[in-house]
């Protein structure tokens, strides 16, 4: 297991962080953020941002991680903006491909007459399968 997936699961566990937030933790060394303001940035993304169960908090984390990473600033930096788009393209398909979406209420919910629950076994299983995916991407 790779030290970022066991600290990322440290960390979820502890109940102290959201999904999103625990991956910019444990990418932290990465990034030219301080923490508070990293912390504040991902705070909304919980339960399908805001608890509305849309798209899963650990792929807009992915996202924001790779763009922090591999973006551009401006609109004419076509091969940064091609190298980008490959890779959150082909990191959302390999998720989809697992999961068959990337909303958090169909991925937490087991059956369709329930509503999800958050801060899971099943989120614990998504925060290590994404940190499994993003040491490819980052």
Known sequence: MSSRKEEALELFKSGKYNCAQ???????????????????????????ICKLGETCGL??????????????????????????????????????DDHKSINCRDLLTEDKECTYKMHSRKCEDLVSEVCDILEEYM
Do not use: H, P, Q, W
């Open 59 to 96: 792929i807009n984390s992915s996202v924001m991680l790779l763009g922090l990473k591999y973006g551009y600033t401006e609109m004419n930096e076509i091969d940064a903006k091609e190298k980008l788009r490959k890779k959150v393209r082909r990191l959302i398909k390999e998720f989809k």
């Open 22 to 48: 625990t991956l910019f933790l444990v990418y932290y060394d990465e990034l030219d953020i301080d923490k508070e303001t990293l912390l504040k940035l991902t705070s909304g993304f919980e339960g399908g």
